[in-house]
């Protein structure tokens, strides 16, 4: 008759070796959950808030475009550039700035 305390060890070792297997794995799952959790909200936190300012940003820079080709268009006087200049920065460029 075979001895059963060779066989009791190996079955403990085994189940040791398996809960040990297991436990680490979970907390690396639990790891993986929580830095992508925290990847999503970093992200949501920049988009959030330089999503506004980038499009802050090229209205003004189309602003700038449309008040360039305005002047370019047609020979205006020095006064009337100064007044169609006047006119983009109070009514466009004061209010993004």
């Known amino acids: 008759m075979p001895e059963v305390g060779p066989v009791l060890i190996t079955g403990a070792v085994t189940a040791l070796g ?5 436990a680490y794995a979970k907390l690396r799952e ?3 959950r929580r830095l992508d959790l925290l990847l999503k909200l970093r992200a949501r936190q920049i988009e959030e808030s330089y999503g506004p300012l980038l499009s802050l940003i090229e209205q003004i820079f189309n602003v700038w475009q ?6 370019r268009g047609t020979a205006y006087s020095a006064e009337d ?4 200049r006047e006119f983009f920065w109070q009514n466009c460029f004061t209010p993004l700035h």
């Open 66 to 71: 449309v008040r360039e080709n305005v002047l």
């Open 18 to 22: 398996w809960y040990a297997t297991y």
């Open 30 to 32: 639990d790891r993986t």
């Open 81 to 84: 550039q100064r007044r169609i």
